[in-house]
């Protein structure tokens, strides 16, 4: 029995730190979902962040972004030029039940919405759920501006994917900051997901947040049909 013990006992210490040896060798990196907007749509309300890059699984890599976001940017630019903001908002289409913060926007919401041919109220519900019509909205996770877009700085800087950052196609804060910038790239985004996709439903599940399903289309839709 003296011998048996004294074979065994080695053998369980060993194991032991080996265990322990592994375990200080697992990277302390977390990994975690990208918040809104997933890549092609952002916002980021969920994420947590550490002094660590945030590494992203299940999103479209940099190649795929880019097809969606080519030429995003430029298209926004030259149409901010063309804004009209005199336009009367006696004649505002939005419903009078959105409140005063989204109201002021309507005659940007107006244009953008006959420009990329969707429903101003539809764009008034995103605008609620996502920053409550405050222009100087940023979320938690780095999300800008009245659309909650994830810019290329800041904080959605640390949100990395397989090839590199996930939003370095993106405008940068300052621009999104912007409220005719932010309201034409966010709502740009939309009508390119509405296009790819097909329904609404499956437009706001790809701007809205990841990994949780179509809660955050289904809040959205749910203000758009009661603010009719």
């Known amino acids: 029995m003296v011998k048996i013990h004294s074979t065994i006992i080695p053998a369980v210490l060993l194991g032991i730190i080996l265990i ?31 002094a660590h890059p945030v590494f992203v699984d299940q999103l479209p890599s940099q190649n795929e972004q880019a097809a969606v976001e080519e ?55 995103v605008m609620l759920q996502e ?18 877009v994830m810019p290329k700085d800041g904080i959605a800087a640390k949100f990395m994917c397989v090839n590199g950052p996930c939003f370095a196609n993106r405008p940068t804060s300052e621009e999104l900051f912007d409220p005719t910038f932010n309201i034409q790239y966010g709502v740009r985004m939309l009508a390119g997901l509405f296009n790819r996709y097909g329904t609404l439903r499956d437009a706001l599940k790809a701007y809205g947040p990841m990994d949780i399903g179509f809660n955050y289309a289904d809040k959205v839709l749910a203000i758009y049909e009661n603010y009719q």
């Open 131 to 148: 920053s409550g019509g405050n222009p100087d909205a940023y979320s938690k996770s780095g999300a800008v501006g009245l659309m909650q």
């Open 20 to 50: 322990l040896l592994t375990i200080s060798l697992i990277s302390p990196n977390e990994t975690v979902s990208a918040g809104t907007q997933s890549l092609i749509g952002s916002t980021g309300h969920n994420a947590s962040l550490s």
């Open 71 to 125: 030429t995003l940017i430029d298209q926004v630019d030259s149409a901010s030029s063309d804004f009209d903001d005199t336009a009367n908002l006696e004649d505002c289409p939005l419903s009078h039940d959105y409140p005063e913060a989204i109201q002021q926007w309507c005659n940007l919401i107006t244009q953008v919405a006959r420009d990329f041919e969707l429903d101003a109220n539809f764009i008034a519900a």
